[in-house]
Nanobody, 125 residues
Framework: QVHVAESGGGLVQAGGSLRLSCAAS??????????MGWFRQAPGMEREFVAA????????YYGDSVKGRFTISRDNAKTTVYLQMNSLKPEDTAVYYC????????????????WGQGTQVTVSS
């Protein structure tokens, strides 16, 4: 089972951009056999789906609240998955989690095999 770790969070003003990264850690440093997802959880709220990408990178899915502003991608070596976040809003403030799901199927539910520890994104107004 792969382990994943997020990076790239921070504090940004509304309208700004951030790029989050998710990389495999430990002995298994490839994500090539996994579809990947990003989720977020704001204080007092349930964790919600943000974006997902297929193993090949050919299919992507987004939550309604981030469509047109966020872009999920993965590098050709399948070692890192990215979440480019543009036009950030204060309501995007949350802890962002990367998740890996072994196999071809891409899901928007939380049915993933491995989760990172999360990275904080704070958007100031």
């Amino acid at each position: 089972q792969v382990h994943v770790a997020e990076s790239g969070g921070g504090l940004v003003q509304a309208g700004g951009s951030l790029r989050l990264s998710c990389a495999a850690s430990g002995a298994r440093r490839t994500l090539s056999s996994y579809s990947m997802g990003w989720f977020r959880q704001a204080p007092g709220m349930e964790r919600e789906f943000v974006a997902a990408i297929s193993m090949s990178g050919g299919a992507t899915y987004y939550g309604d609240s981030v469509k047109g502003r966020f872009t999920i991608s993965r590098d050709n070596a399948k070692t890192t998955v990215y979440l480019q976040m543009n036009s950030l809003k204060p309501e995007d403030t949350a802890v962002y989690y990367c998740a890996a799901r072994r196999g071809f199927r891409v899901v928007t539910t939380q049915d993933y095999d491995s989760w990172g520890q999360g990275t904080q994104v704070t958007v100031s107004s």
